[in-house]
């Protein structure tokens, strides 16, 4: 088979995350073949912000007044940069998009520009606004096991002032960091968990998207999409990830979620994704 008919995974992160952490996941999907391409959203990445108030020992409050390159940066921002990169995939062939956790309001936004560039979307527990804004979840029944206050010990500096949200993903206090792995990786080991934590950054933007940014029915939804269902997920609870498919295949039933289920937490099938290899290789059979 050519190379040009082979597709491309398109991986997109999640909040406070970057491309890095992919790169146990990439190293799978080479071994059994497949080429893909990790993303960096803007101000992710080599362009984040790390200042010396973020080093030990630290200074809480040179780390709550330092201003942060993603302040400013929007959702428009991260989809515009998405199809960028799309359109360069796609003149290789099919082009599957994969969007992890906040990664998948991009991947929402980009499919309801340019859905030509896309023959498959894949969200992974992510979100896929259909019927409310994706803040809006956040007091829907289905988020009721979250607490969005689990993590307020460790935010730095007023949300407000800064223009963005930071976190101290470096804290040593132990309640902090018990909520973080509740949350992200409850299934791994502390080793596991520590190692994952020191891959964040602490700085995302505060662009959350709004009703403009939902899922269309015109573009987004005349892609084959598949929702890998994360089961043992807290972050993004599975009452909820089984409540996006059901809108999003409400809004086009006639392109219905092809609904995929792995085990573990949030982060769990990043840390081991030898299983989510290959189901992402089962979705790459149809592209070619």
């Known amino acids: 088979m050519s190379r040009q008919m082979q597709p491309t995974f398109v991986l997109v992160h999640g909040a406070f995350s970057n491309s890095f952490a992919f790169a146990p996941l990439q190293a799978e999907l080479g071994l059994l073949g497949h080429r893909s391409v990790a993303v960096d ?39 515009a940069h998405l199809i960028a990169i799309l359109e360069r995939a796609k003149q290789n062939g099919p082009v599957i998009l994969v969007s992890h956790s906040r990664g998948g309001i991009t991947a929402t936004a980009a499919a309801n520009i340019r859905p030509d560039l896309i023959d498959r979307i894949v969200y992974v527990s992510a979100w896929c606004p259909v019927d409310l804004d994706a803040g809006a979840y956040y007091a829907e029944p289905e988020m009721a096991t979250v607490d969005p206050a689990a993590f307020a010990s460790a935010l730095a500096g007023d949300p407000a002032e800064l223009g963005l949200l930071r976190v101290n993903f470096r804290t040593a206090d132990p309640a902090a960091l018990a909520a973080f792995k509740a949350a992200f990786l409850a299934d791994g080991t502390d080793e596991e968990f520590l190692t994952f934590l020191n891959t964040f950054q602490p700085d995302e933007n505060l662009d959350f998207g709004t009703s403009s940014d939902r899922a269309r029915a015109e573009t987004w939804g ?34 219905p979620y092809d609904v995929r289920t792995l085990e573990g937490s949030h ?22």
């Open 41 to 79: 959203l803007p101000g992710h990445g080599f362009q984040a912000t790390y200042t010396r108030a973020y080093q030990t020992p630290q200074d809480l409050e040179g780390l709550a007044a330092a201003p942060g390159s993603i302040k400013g940066l929007t959702l428009a921002d991260n989809a």
């Open 222 to 255: 005349r892609i084959p999409r598949t929702y890998v269902r994360l089961a043992d997920d807290t972050s993004l609870p599975l009452a909820l990830q089984d409540r996006l498919i059901r809108e999003g295949n409400a809004l086009t039933p006639d392109n």
């Open 267 to 288: 982060l769990k099938w990043l840390v081991d994704p030898a299983p989510a290899a290959r189901l992402l290789g089962e979705l790459a059979a149809p592209a070619r």
